[in-house]
């Protein structure tokens, strides 16, 4: 390996907008950040779930009729 091509990696604290701060490594002096695992709704539990099931029946239905036409 070359010498002195590798960036330097320091500890630092991260803070998120809720408020939240972790340690982490990095190449820069600071990081802040909109979204963390405290505020994220996945790691929350208050993420919204979609119906897709609806969408594929609407579909399939929709474009049933279109299948059983012959085909030239």
């Known amino acids: 390996m ?3 091509i590798h960036p ?3 500890k630092l604290t991260a803070i998120c907008a ?3 701060s ?3 490594r990095s190449t ?3 990081i ?3 979204v963390c695992a405290k505020c994220h709704p996945y790691y929350t539990g208050k993420q919204r779930l979609m119906d897709t099931a609806g969408r594929v029946d ?3 239905r929709r474009y049933q009729a279109g299948a059983d036409a ?3």
């Open 2 to 4: 070359k010498a002195d």
């Open 8 to 10: 330097v990696y320091k």
């Open 18 to 20: 809720c408020g939240n």
């Open 22 to 24: 972790f340690e982490t």
């Open 28 to 30: 820069s002096d600071s």
């Open 32 to 34: 802040h950040v909109e």
């Open 58 to 60: 609407r579909f399939r």
């Open 70 to 72: 012959p085909k030239e």
